[in-house]
């Protein structure tokens, strides 16, 4: 039996029964891990490519999404706007949890609106990412993600 065959099904029966948690674009469900309750004032992984945000506490859904963060504060946007599911999920139910390094957090997705926060986060991102899309674009959605 081909090597990489092999090693391919083994990687899809891992995702399908949800050893990983989100894999690159597939989604999976809750996240498991140390729930972390004290107050955070630096993200650890700050400079981490993406997290992983848990949306739908009733059926839980887990995605790999790109955030920006400074001090205590954490965000995270899509380009997508309504089309984004993990997007639709936060605005029919903010409750929401992120695992960034070892631990889980959990968070509500508060949408923002403000223009001046808008475009701080979009200049966040810029720095932090080579995008073209930019997530000040009006029908981007950002969300700050604060403790619950």
């Given at each position: 039996?081909?090597?990489?065959?092999?090693?391919?099904?083994?990687?899809?029966?891992?995702?399908?029964?949800?050893?990983?948690?989100?894999?690159?674009?597939?989604?999976?469900?809750?996240?498991?891990?140390?729930?972390?309750?004290?107050?955070?004032?630096?993200?650890?992984?700050?400079?981490?490519?993406?997290?992983?945000?848990?949306?739908?506490?009733?059926?839980p859904v887990s995605v790999?999404?790109?955030?920006?963060?400074?001090?205590?504060?954490?965000?995270?946007?899509?380009?997508?706007?309504?089309?984004?599911?993990?997007?639709?999920?936060?605005?029919?139910?903010?409750?929401?949890?992120?695992?960034?390094?070892?631990?889980?957090?959990?968070?509500?997705?508060?949408?923002?609106?403000?223009?001046?926060?808008?475009?701080?986060?979009?200049?966040?991102?810029?720095?932090?990412?080579?995008?073209?899309?930019?997530?000040?674009?009006?029908?981007?959605?950002?969300?700050?993600?604060?403790?619950?």
């Open positions: 039996m081909d090597f990489a065959l092999t090693r391919g099904t083994l990687l899809a029966a891992l995702v399908a029964l949800g050893c990983f948690g989100p894999l690159g674009p597939f989604p999976d469900g809750r996240l498991s891990g140390r729930v972390v309750t004290a107050p955070v004032d630096e993200w650890p992984c700050a400079a981490n490519r993406v997290l992983e945000l848990e949306t739908d506490p009733i059926a790999n999404v790109h955030f920006v963060s400074e001090g205590s504060r954490l965000w995270v946007a899509t380009v997508l706007g309504g089309s984004s599911d993990w997007a639709r999920r936060a605005l029919a139910d903010p409750r929401v949890r992120v695992r960034l390094g070892d631990g889980v957090y959990e968070r509500r997705a508060v949408r923002v609106t403000e223009r001046s926060e808008i475009e701080h986060v979009a200049a966040l991102y810029r720095e932090k990412y080579t995008i073209t899309p930019d997530v000040a674009d009006d029908g981007a959605l950002v969300f700050r993600l604060e403790p619950r």
